[in-house]
Nanobody
Framework: QVQLVESGGGLVQPGGSLRLSCAAS????????MGWYRQAPGKQRELVAS???????NYRDSLKGRVTISRDNAKNTVYLQMRSLKPEDTAVYYC?????????????WGQGTQVTVSS
């Protein structure tokens, strides 16, 4: 059974930092592209950042310079370091695993972790 468990969310003041973690189990983590998405109330879910199995990263243009995605294949964990947080970063942040192999395409989501940026 595939599980993606996010942690590290919470309430932070504007200008603060957070590091989100996503621990994966039941999947071929090292072969998966891992991503962080977010969804604010009343808005569509959007990509924040992704990291391929080879370590190539991709960031939402508006967030470049403020977020860093990384992965630890030994721990089956992907991280999202966020800095200089703004109120508009408030959202539920979701972890995503995307595995594309000969047998098919497999895509999984975590339950999400709430990030609230407020003074």
């Amino acid at each position: 059974q595939v599980q993606l468990v996010e942690s590290g969310g919470g309430l932070v003041q504007p200008g603060g930092s957070l590091r989100l973690s996503c621990a994966a189990s039941g999947i071929r983590f090292s072969a998966s592209t891992m991503g962080w998405y977010r969804q604010a109330p009343g808005k569509q879910r959007e990509l924040v950042a992704s990291i391929s199995s080879g370590g190539r990263t991709n960031y939402r243009d508006s967030l470049k310079g403020r977020v860093t995605i990384s992965r630890d294949n030994a721990k089956n964990t992907v991280y999202l370091q966020m800095r200089s947080l703004k109120p508009e970063d408030t959202a539920v942040y979701y972890c995503n695993a995307d595995l594309r192999i000969l047998s098919g395409v497999y895509n999984y989501w975590g339950q999400g972790t709430q990030v609230t940026v407020s003074s």
